[in-house]
T-cell receptor
């Protein structure tokens, strides 16, 4: 069973701090990795995707990928209360175009 | 207008009833997916379709069936609803081709089976 694992949290950080969210995956053939943000009762929306080892930055968000260690992380700089949500890691299962989602990490940014 | 729509948005039904959840999209995507979400369990794939003639079971297809009536429409049916099918259901679409295609989600249907 190909899996994607995340710590369910909640991860609490003070406003202005860096939030670090982690995801590990088991399918070594996976080539691309997605981070979605989901507010309570709402649908997931894409934050970042990454497919090369290293860092990818977009505004306050940085995705980090290490294929050798099979983990991908999301850093949120200058965290705001509006960042409080559940963050889902998604990995397309190699060769199938099915997306395997982690259970999500709930982030709480304290004002 | 929303690119991926789901109807109904909320539904309360009784055990044993047949229920259909509908999904429509205007994005022109070939791939469509149905997920359910339960607290603590994340998104789990029920069925997916890559075109009107291609329907595939996901990890939790038992008790569900689907119909791809057209490229833009993908319906999920519960033939005889049971209480443990109470969940939030999402439809999603993605483009065909390449490995880096994000999924676009509908607003969700909250289903309660009494």
């Amino acid at each position: 069973q190909k899996e994607v694992e995340q710590n369910s949290g909640p991860l609490s950080v003070p406003e202005g701090a860096i939030a670090s969210l982690n995801c590990t995956y088991s399918d070594r053939g996976s080539q691309s990795f997605f981070w979605y943000r989901q507010y309570s009762g709402k649908s997931p929306e894409l934050i970042m995707f990454i497919y090369s080892n290293g860092d990818k930055e977009d505004g306050r968000f940085t995705a980090q990928l290490n294929k050798a260690s099979q983990y991908v992380s999301l850093l949120i700089r200058d965290s705001q209360p509006s960042d409080s949500a559940t963050y889902l890691c998604a990995v397309p299962s190699s060769g199938t175009y099915k997306y395997i989602f982690g259970t999500g990490t709930r982030l709480k940014v304290l004002a | 207008d929303a690119d991926v729509t789901q109807t109904p948005r909320n539904r309360i039904t009784k055990t044993g009833k047949r229920i259909m959840l509908e999904c429509s999209q205007t994005k022109g995507h070939d791939r469509m997916y149905w997920y359910r979400q339960d607290p603590g369990l994340g998104l789990r794939l029920i069925y997916y379709s890559f075109d009107v003639k291609d329907i595939n079971k996901g990890e939790i297809s038992d008790g569900y069936s689907v119909s791809r009536q057209a490229q833009a429409k993908f319906s999920l049916s519960l033939e005889s609803a049971i209480p443990n099918q109470t969940a939030l259901y999402f439809c999603a679409t993605s483009e065909i081709g390449g490995d880096y295609n994000e999924q676009f989600f509908g607003p969700g249907t909250r289903l309660t089976v009494l």
